[in-house]
């Protein structure tokens, strides 16, 4: 398991490279110049370049892109200078922000823990909804739950999430005033810094109040796939011999889904988790601007709109990672759900 594990994390190096090499060259061909955004609409020659030289701009191509992934590269390939002066450093140089000032792992650091707060929650939600809708269904087969459970998957698959959020916002933050439609505090920040918190635990209900609108919002899709999903795999394996052996013995039907067929159909589940969290990563990017949330959703746009370079790539970047490193967890998942998989060599 251990060598597969390194051997996966290594074959996740070329996709990252990929990733890093098509944004670099889609990013620069973006119409305009970040320059005059930065400087407005009339700056002198002087400051133009000043800004240029300051943010390697005005290299070429190719020297930027050289530059660029030995910056982005572990420890040994960290470039210090311009190419091909090249000496070992520590740690990953994502740049500096062109609209913020600052550098690019900072406004990550920042921003990235609201998001996997978020995404983690709404993947968390769907998984506890649909597990179950999925199983019912499957056993309550043509029956009016199955009826009710399959036409809500066909209605969440249907349903933009940024709709979903904002029906959600018009129905349960204005006209009902139940939950806050701004803003996600993380549960551990200070009290001092959330409004109206003066304990820990005021934080903590705070934080909860806000997550749940945008965790519905963006779990719905994913829930609606997953119930899908749960309740084909679920009837596949009720039709097994296995499963009909077991019953012609009187084993309970309880038993049964408990026992013998659902840990046997969670392999599918599995598999469309992994698969569907580049589609809630594209998700929490729309539901982060709907409810107003300082995640990295609003930080690429932002990075978009004033043609950020440096941010482009490195939030482009880390959501690359967060993707191989989640279908990297869900391949070793495979081994804990079905003994039958193996990944090491057997004699």
């Known amino acids: 398991m251990l060598r597969y594990t390194i051997r996966r994390l290594l074959q996740g190096i070329p996709v990252l490279v990929g990733i890093v090499t098509i944004t670099f060259f889609l990013t620069d061909a973006i119409p305009g110049d970040p320059v005059s955004i930065m400087l407005g609409p009339s700056p002198s020659q002087a400051e133009v370049e000043a800004i240029r030289t300051k943010y390697g701009l005005d290299q070429p191509l190719w020297l930027r892109y050289v530059n660029y992934l030995g910056d982005v590269s572990p420890i040994w390939l960290a470039t210090t200078g311009s190419f091909p002066f090249v000496r070992p450093t520590f740690g990953i140089d994502l740049g500096r922000s062109l609209y913020y000032g600052v550098p690019v792992t900072r406004k990550i650091a920042e921003r990235l823990p609201v998001t996997l707060y978020l995404l983690f929650s709404a993947f968390a939600f769907a998984l506890a909804t649909a597990v179950p809708l999925g199983v019912i269904s499957a056993k309550r087969r043509n029956k009016p739950t199955d009826h009710v459970s399959r036409i809500v998957s066909l209605i969440g698959v249907s349903t933009p999430s940024f709709w979903i959020g904002l029906m959600m916002i018009v129905v349960f933050a204005f006209h009902l005033g139940w939950f806050p439609s701004t803003n996600l505090p993380l549960p551990w920040a200070d009290p001092a810094s959330v409004e109206g918190a003066r304990t820990q635990v005021d934080v903590i209900t705070t934080s909860l109040k806000h997550l749940l609108l945008p965790m519905v919002s963006l779990g719905t899709l994913q829930m ?32 049964i889904l408990r026992k013998h067929a659902f840990r046997n159909a969670q392999l599918p589940l599995i598999t469309i988790v992994g698969l569907n969290l580049t589609g809630a990563i594209g998700g929490a ?50 081994a804990y759900v079905d003994p039958r998989v193996s990944y090491g060599e057997r004699e």
């Open 285 to 334: 990017v729309l539901t982060e601007t709907v409810f107003s949330i300082n995640g990295m959703g609003r930080l690429i746009i932002t990075a978009v709109y004033n043609q950020d370079y440096q941010l482009i790539m490195g939030t482009t970047l880390v959501f690359g990672f967060v993707f191989v490193v989640g279908v990297i967890v869900t391949d070793i998942s495979y």
């Open 224 to 255: 609606a796939a997953f119930t899908r999903i749960e309740r084909s795999s679920m009837l596949e394996v009720l039709s097994e011999d296995y499963v009909k052996l077991a019953r012609a013995y009187g084993v309970s039907e309880g038993t």
